[in-house]
């Protein structure tokens, strides 16, 4: 029977791989009865999603200093 | 579609992917000038070897694969700098705070409620930054590869000279950090 420790190092894993058989089934049970693992397994799901929006989204800009800089280096080449 | 002419005029590259660049950057050095310095090392990088450029793949993913190249230079002369304690001894006390003697959860956990409001605010994005930057550096530069670049299990493990059993370990932490950070700093 597994422990909630581990119970959510394999729900970790189970975002990142295919769990063997074993493990996937144990994983199953073990968040049957227990509703903290359950919720784990969601917010794991949430930080998924959050992570890839924020890959998307995330937009930050050069100053004009640095832009001039950089332009300034390029051109010597 | 005509590619090409991106490829003919280098001139336009820090207009139009600079800002990305630099984000990218940014997100992983954590230091303004550093990511500055590695967008202008990209760029000339890039402009010494736009003949090897392929239309196969986007300009910007070309640019963005040099980059990756650059910023592994860059960890790499920053390591012989820092030394990271061993994994195993890295914290061993971290899960402490979460599981229980008898390896239960301490606490009772909540599910994220309205991810798609909490998404749409500028305010829990900046708690996400904050959240990603206070990982410890193994654990965020493993997560940022898997979950921002989309890598796969091999390359990282490759990349930063660990097993899968270490990358487990990392993802873990990270993701326990992660989600009590969040929920910590963001009401939602």
């Known amino acids: 029977m597994l422990n909630c420790k581990q119970a959510s190092e394999l729900a970790s894993r189970a975002m990142d791989e295919k769990l063997p058989i074993w493990s996937r089934l144990a994983l199953k049970i073990h968040t049957l009865i227990c509703r903290n693992c359950r919720v784990f397994m969601h917010q794991l799901r949430f930080l998924r999603e959050a992570s890839h929006r924020f890959a998307i989204g995330y937009d930050l800009e050069l100053s004009l200093e640095a832009k001039q800089r950089i332009a300034n280096e390029l051109e010597k080449r | ?188």
């Open chain 2, 1 to 188: 579609m005509n590619i090409g002419s991106d490829k003919l005029d280098p001139h336009t590259w820090l207009d139009e992917h600079g800002n990305y660049l630099y984000s990218y950057a940014l997100l992983r050095v954590k230091n303004q000038h550093i990511a500055e310095d590695l967008v202008q090392e990209t760029l000339l990088a890039a402009i010494a070897a736009k003949n090897s450029f392929s239309n196969k793949s986007s300009l910007r993913t070309w640019l963005i694969g040099i980059l990756k190249h650059k910023l592994v230079d860059h960890f790499r002369r920053q390591e012989r700098n820092v030394t990271f304690k061993d994994l195993t001894d890295e914290d061993d006390n971290f899960l402490d705070s979460f599981f229980a003697k008898d390896h239960h959860w301490r606490e009772k956990l909540n599910v994220f409620e309205n991810p798609e409001s909490a998404f749409q605010q500028q305010e829990f994005w900046k708690v996400f930054q904050q959240c990603l930057s206070r990982l410890k550096p193994r654990q965020a530069a493993v997560f940022l590869a898997k979950e921002i670049d989309g890598m796969n299990n091999q390359d990282i493990c490759k990349r930063y000279s660990i097993n899968s059993t270490n990358q487990w370990v990392l993802m873990h932490r990270a993701r326990l950090s992660l989600i009590k950070c969040l929920k910590i700093n963001w009401i939602d």
